[in-house]
């Protein structure tokens, strides 16, 4: 079995002190406001929703409230960040896993131009940093297990009316692991030679990260470091050093190798039960688990992204479901089965059709 997926801790939260210079205030807009210039601000980092259609996309804006939209919080920029990542914690007690490759949805405006491209990668976490002798952090990105290099710009999904995801596979599986890895993406610019391209990935709204932000072991705090942003010579934690609690629209595509059947994976408030039966004939269940009431998006493409049927239901309530899909129409093949929810959770399995 394949699937998209993203285990996170639970614990207590704290909000340590912000990176010096970073104001982390919050400005709310309740009508539309212009955005995708590239003037910028290197004083403040103010974030929120730029219009009311816009719901996942965080724009920033200086301190005294003009929009200077200088890029997202997960891509081009000012303050140079260029590399983001999603953390995903595997429990290996009875089962494997290699990561495919991502599914990742970006937004922003391309130069039809551009030449821009952007690298996926897959890292293993580093071994956790000591800031003082009670407190650390659990381990950003470390050493690359798999990368995606030279993915145009124009290639990552972003319309001039609507964004889409997009699935990209490594060019070969990464070996089979058991512990905690990220996923996310880097890109290399110069601020001031953007030439129209300020594009980003995007996350969920303010607040809808349930990971906790820090555990506490005998005394000593460690930073749970579930999303990152590379700052030219080193990762900064988006929750403890700029005070956003969200999660990056980033998705691993990985092949599971279970010893028992039935293991479940779990993204915030979504659980998912896998696709039975899989290898599919005429049709496949599609089972997960809700925490809160949600609507639920199922999307099926073909290995090359291509959409084949979208499955959309509204306001389910908290619990289990099961959402059957048709394959007797399908080719043999393999397909991805990507879950979606409107609480920005995410994920996906590979099902197979056989005649």
Known sequence: MSALLSLN?????????PETGVYNSLISVSSPVGAKTTAVIHDSLVMTNVTTADTNTLYYISHTGTFTDSGYLGGTNGFGY??????????????????IGVVSLFGGKVNPA????????????ASASVV???????????????????????????????DTFKSHYFPAPTAYRSTSF???????????????DTI????????????AEYTVTGGDTVINDQNAI????????????????????IFPIVDVKWSTVGVAIARNDLTFFGNYPNPAVNNTNVRYSLNKSADVTIVITDMNGRT????SQNNLSAGEHATTIETANLPAGNYLCILRTSQGDGIASKMTVIK
């Open 308 to 311: 084949i049927n979208t499955i």
């Open 9 to 17: 801790v639970i614990a207590q939260k704290v909000t340590p002190a």
């Open 114 to 125: 551009t030449a821009k491209t952007v690298t996926f990668k897959a890292w293993s976490p």
């Open 230 to 249: 590379y700052d030219t010579s080193f990762w900064l934690d988006v929750e403890a050093n700029l005070g956003f609690k969200l999660d990056f629209y």
């Open 82 to 99: 260029s590399g983001f990542a999603e953390r995903y914690d595997f429990n290996s007690t009875d089962s494997t896993v290699s990561v």
């Open 182 to 196: 990220f996923v996310g993406y880097m890109i290399n610019y110069n601020f001031n030679a953007l030439g129209g």
């Open 132 to 162: 003082r002798p009670t407190l650390s952090y659990s381990g950003f990105p470390g050493s690359a297990i798999d990368s995606i290099v030279g993915v145009s710009i124009k290639n990552l999904g972003i319309g001039a009316t609507a």
């Open 200 to 211: 980003g990935l995007q996350t969920t709204r303010l607040g809808e990260r349930t990971s």
